[in-house]
């Protein structure tokens, strides 16, 4: 199969305070883990989506020495997370088979997730993601027949409404790591462990 995979990373990062993807995570950019987890992904490019203007967030991109990263401004960042998700998804080269979607604020993904993603893609299944302890997690691969509804969205909802749709076409792999539901909203989610309330 053909896939890509697409970071997203255009927030304002109000509740944060601003700067938030490079702000400091276990000693490196809170951005780099995404990235990480991305590039582990069986794709053959990642589209990073990155707010219009975001200097620091761009140099990171560019400083990873992988030609498959493909730095990407959202112009309807302000928008939200749907709309920059339609951004990258109309970006994908156009024989692509599926898009695995990670959101730049999520740093512990475990390696080898994707994988076990695009094995369950492989299989039939339209979109799939992981879960853990009952709530579904990222990042999430949905196959090209999803492309066109992905591509209709708008608003800060994500694709929230195209998963509630999918029905049996969604298949969840069940995980045992926190990783896939831990997201860094707050500053003292820097150092909060995953699993813990936040």
């Known amino acids: 199969m053909r896939l890509e995979a697409i970071v997203l990373a255009a927030g304002a990062?109000?509740?944060?305070?601003?700067?938030?993807l490079a702000a400091d995570y276990r000693g490196r950019p809170l951005l780099d883990h995404a990235l990480d987890a991305a590039l582990d992904a069986p794709a053959r490019t990642v589209t990073v989506a990155l707010r219009p203007g975001d200097a620091a967030s761009l140099a990171l991109v560019e400083a990873r020495p992988d030609a498959r990263l493909r730095p990407?401004?959202?112009?309807?960042?302000d928008e939200g997370l749907g709309a920059s998700l339609r951004t990258a998804i109309l970006a994908l080269p156009?024989?692509?088979d599926g898009a695995f979607v990670f959101l730049g604020d999520m740093p512990l993904i475990p390696r080898g997730l994707a994988a076990r993603l695009a094995q369950a893609l492989d299989a039939g299944a339209g979109i799939v993601a992981p879960v853990?302890?009952?709530?579904r997690g990222h990042p999430v691969?949905?196959?090209?027949?999803?492309?066109?509804?992905?591509?209709?969205?708008?608003?800060?909802?994500?694709?929230?409404?195209?998963?509630?749709k999918a029905?049996?076409?969604?298949?969840?792999?069940?995980?045992?790591?926190?990783?896939?539901?831990?997201?860094?909203?707050?500053?003292?989610?820097?150092?909060?462990?995953?699993?813990?309330v936040a």
């Open 13 to 20: 990062a109000r509740r944060f305070g601003g700067g938030k």
């Open 72 to 77: 990407l401004a959202a112009p309807d960042a």
């Open 94 to 96: 156009a024989d692509a």
């Open 132 to 135: 853990q302890a009952g709530r």
């Open 141 to 164: 691969l949905f196959a090209r027949r999803w492309f066109d509804d992905l591509a209709a969205l708008s608003g800060d909802r994500g694709a929230q409404g195209v998963l509630a």
């Open 167 to 196: 029905g049996d076409d969604l298949v969840l792999v069940e995980t045992d790591d926190p990783g896939v539901l831990f997201d860094v909203d707050l500053r003292e989610d820097l150092v909060r462990e995953p699993g813990a």
